[in-house]
């Protein structure tokens, strides 16, 4: 049975920079109108007297993303390039795990 892959976002220090979107177009030579990860923007807001932002990076074929990290060797492309650190893709217990230990607010995708 193949292992369950978990993609787990740190919500607090998503960018919205969209790398990870980038990565996985030009990882699977996707044309523009085409990724397996998407960077949604919401609407701004405000949250204790400061404007924020809601953005999540979402994968939503993680097909795609257990084939990632079983031909890089545990190195999924859009983790690697995303300037934040907020992304992390793994198996999804190692990803609860992580989320357990993780501050902020988190999207856990499986």
């Given amino acids: 049975m193949a292992k369950k892959v978990g993609v787990l976002v740190e919500l607090d220090y998503c960018v919205g920079c969209s790398a990870c979107q980038l990565s996985c177009q030009g ?38 993303c257990a084939y990632c990290l079983e031909k890089e060797e545990g190195n999924a492309p859009c983790a690697a390039i995303c300037i934040s650190r907020a992304l992390h893709v793994g198996e999804l217990e190692e990803m609860k795990q992580l989320a357990a230990k993780t501050e902020g607010r988190l999207a856990l995708y499986s």
């Fill in 27 to 64: 990882y699977y030579d996707l044309p523009v109108t085409e990724t397996y990860m998407r960077v949604f923007l919401g609407k701004p807001d405000v949250v204790d007297g400061h404007h924020e932002m809601f953005m999540s990076p979402y994968a939503y074929r993680l097909d795609k």
